[in-house]
Structures are given as structure tokens and as C-alpha cells.
């Protein structure tokens, strides 16, 4: 698919995505939750009927769907031969990953000042029981790859470090040099590519990250929706997570069940953890084939992506806003972006709930209004919501 057909009115993505009506309404929370395309419903509906047909027997139809879900997930990493395990959010990843590291010989966790929460409350709790937790802080982001190296030591465990920031959308680059600092002390490095995949290409090839672990999902720019989680494990990983579920011994149990030492199974089966409701993994696998028909390639999906966020910042500039209500960071390029447009404002809530009186639907966190577009929005729905924003911010600065 060429990007010219998406910025145009009406998006020609817009009829796949009549039940969320975004050709009627304007949606800018992209960052925060995109609206899922037709075809999910449809797989939705198929989860449930398998079910009703097959019962018990369904899992063999649910554990194909979660293999192209991992297939889905590794194309985007360009990892085709990668490990992936599932999970129904990143934090029960996150949380059997670290049981896995041995904090007790190594008990140092390397971090940002801007991870998401998921990282960020475990490891505040982690730390007040006396894990050493060391938050770098994440500002500029051009350099915080370099300053995350210099602080790993011979007793720091691992380094957890997002590769676009959640909070503004900039683009944290040359990760592998964190990654050859840990190598170097035997530390592990855990990337959360969440606010990444599928809007800014991500090669761990290209940015020699192989041996990295990679957390993500699919509920915003993947369009998956909720119970879409994954960790990509490295090649060679023999660690063994303390919080374990009785699916990473699936496979023995047919012979009677383990005996000894807890053991686990290969490949991703090490991170596995218990029964789930597949119905995530039909909608997601149904997805992730929408995305390869239609041709909604990552590359293609920066190119849009840049071309919305560069209109939207060029159209806030235009309206000249008062700065004491509400400004931008024009020191970052539009390269160095993700896939929203992060507005600095001490009004952040109250110019979100004014833009929802106007039908703009946006997102904000404590000062930072967030204007996440999406593939299937047009220029001219951008155009509305920056013209409403403008009136909002007069009214405000009148006051």
C-alpha cells in the first residue's frame, strides 16, 4: 500500500475499522490504545466457537493461534528465528524474568527515570527490599545509552531500559552499547520495545541486539488489544525463572510429571506460565495477517507516522500558543520521535477534558498532553483537532 491513500479524506484504512467509527470520530489516543480493525471481531467470535465445538480439545486450534502470534511478534523484532514467549501483559514477564536473575550474588537493577510503569513499580518495590535499584536519568535520550553503560558493574544483575520513552516518544538509540557493557560483567539487558514495534522499525539484527531480552505487546501500535504480551529470550538462555508456571513442564507431563529438580521446557517454554484464555491469540493472529495483506509494513508505518506527528507539530506551531499554556520541545528532530506528538502544559488534564468536550479524544500524563496519531486518521481529521486544540488554548490563556 502507497502512504498517500491514508493522509487523504476519508483514510482508505478507515472502512476496516467501522465498528470503532474512527471516520466519525477524532481519535489521537494512538499512543495509549489504537482501535482494533474488523477483522478481530470476526476472530474474536471464532475463539468462542471453537470452544463451544471442540472443548477440551480446543487447545490444539489455541496453540497454533499463539504460534503465529510469536511469528507476528519476531517478524516485527526482525528476529525470524526467534524465541518468544506469551504472556497476557508484560508485567508477568517482567516479573518471571526477574525471578530468574540472581540478585542475591548480583543485587543492582540499572533503569531510567522514564519507564513505564510496569518496570518502574516493580522496581521501586523490589527496591525497598533492598535490591540496589540505580534510575539513569533518561533526558537527553541521544546520550542515555552511553551513561546506562558507564554505570554497569560487576555487581549490577541487569539494565531495564525502554527503547522509545513512554512519556514524550523519544527514540533511545545505540542500545548495543548497554548490551556490551553488560556482556562484559555477565549483567543481562532487557529492552521494553513496547512503544516501538510497529511504528518505528526495529532490527535487533541491524542494532546488534541478539543477545538482548525484548519485552513489548500489542495493545497500542500492533492493534492486537489486550492479553498480548511477549519476551523475547536471546539464544543459549538457560535461566530459570523462580516464578514458574506448570506449562514450561507441559510437555513432560504426558510421561508422568518431573521428578528432582524443577526442570523446564525448551525454548520458550522456559518463561511459560499457566492456563490463559486464548482469545487474545485469535484476534491477534488475525491481526498481524491484516497488517501483511493490506502491506502495513513497519517501514510504511513510520512513514505515515512521521508525516502525521510532522503535521500535527507544524500545525501546533501555527498557532503561536501561549507558552505559559502550552509549548513543545523543538529541540528533538522529528527522527528522533516515536509515533505521538508529546505537548508540555501545566493544564495537561484540563486541555484533555476540554478537547473530549470538542470530540478530540487525546491522552495526557501529569504535565504532558499526548497526541498519538494512527494509520487509519486522516490529515484533515488532524487539521480539526488542531484547530480545536487552538481554540481551547485561547480560552485558557483569556482567562
Request: glycine letters at 6%.
Amino acid at each position: 500500500m502507497r502512504p498517500e491513500p491514508l493522509y487523504a479524506s476519508p483514510n482508505a484504512l478507515a472502512p476496516h475499522y467501522r465498528r470503532s467509527r474512527v471516520a466519525e470520530r477524532l481519535l489521537l489516543t494512538g499512543h495509549s490504545h489504537q482501535a482494533w480493525p474488523d477483522v478481530g471481531f470476526e476472530a474474536q467470535q471464532q475463539a468462542w466457537l471453537d470452544a463451544a465445538e471442540h472443548l477440551d480439545a480446543k487447545w490444539e486450534r489455541a496453540f497454533a493461534m499463539a504460534d503465529r502470534v510469536r511469528r507476528g511478534f519476531a517478524r516485527l523484532l526482525d528476529d525470524p528465528q526467534g524465541t518468544i514467549a506469551l504472556g497476557a501483559n508484560t508485567h508477568e514477564l517482567v516479573v518471571r524474568w526477574l525471578s530468574a536473575l540472581r540478585l542475591g550474588r548480583r543485587p543492582r537493577l540499572v533503569t531510567t527515570t522514564a519507564e513505564f510503569h510496569t518496570i518502574r513499580r516493580q522496581l521501586d518495590r523490589l527496591a525497598e527490599e533492598g535490591i540496589a535499584v540505580v534510575k539513569v536519568p533518561a533526558l537527553p535520550a541521544a546520550t542515555l545509552a552511553e551513561r546506562l553503560a558507564r554505570t554497569v558493574d560487576d555487581r549490577t544483575a541487569a539494565v531495564l531500559v525502554s527503547a522509545v520513552l513512554y512519556e514524550n516518544a523519544h527514540i533511545v538509540p545505540n542500545l548495543a552499547h548497554v548490551l556490551e557493557a553488560c556482556r562484559r560483567v555477565g549483567a543481562e539487558l532487557l529492552v521494553d520495545a513496547y512503544h516501538a514495534l510497529n511504528v518505528v522499525p526495529f532490527s535487533l539484527r541491524t542494532e546488534g541486539l541478539a543477545e538482548a531480552f525484548m519485552v513489548g505487546g500489542g495493545y497500542k501500535y500492533c492493534q492486537l488489544g489486550e492479553g498480548n504480551g511477549f519476551l523475547r529470550i536471546p539464544p543459549e538462555c538457560t535461566l530459570r525463572p523462580v516464578i514458574t508456571g506448570w506449562f514450561s513442564e507441559f510437555e513432560a507431563l504426558a510421561a508422568g510429571g518431573a521428578a528432582g529438580p524443577v526442570t523446564y521446557g525448551p525454548g520458550a517454554a522456559r518463561f511459560a506460565g499457566a492456563t490463559f484464555d486464548p482469545t487474545s491469540h485469535y484476534r491477534a493472529a488475525r491481526v498481524f495477517d491484516f497488517f501483511e495483506e493490506l502491506e502495513l509494513t513497519p517501514d510504511l508505518l513510520r512513514q505515515v507516522s512521521q508525516h502525521q506527528v510532522g503535521l500535527l507539530a507544524s500545525l501546533f506551531d501555527a498557532l503561536d500558543a501561549d507558552p505559559r499554556v502550552i509549548t513543545r520541545d523543538r529541540a528533538v528532530t522529528l527522527s528522533e520521535l516515536g509515533g505521538f506528538l508529546a505537548l508540555q502544559s501545566p493544564r495537561a488534564e484540563e486541555l484533555c477534558r476540554r478537547l473530549r468536550d470538542r470530540s478530540v479524544a487525546a491522552d495526557f500524563r501529569a504535565d504532558t498532553l499526548r497526541l498519538g496519531p494512527a494509520p487509519y486518521v486522516s490529515d484533515l481529521q488532524l487539521r480539526t483537532a488542531i484547530d480545536a486544540l487552538g481554540s481551547v488554548v485561547r480560552e485558557l490563556a483569556a482567562a
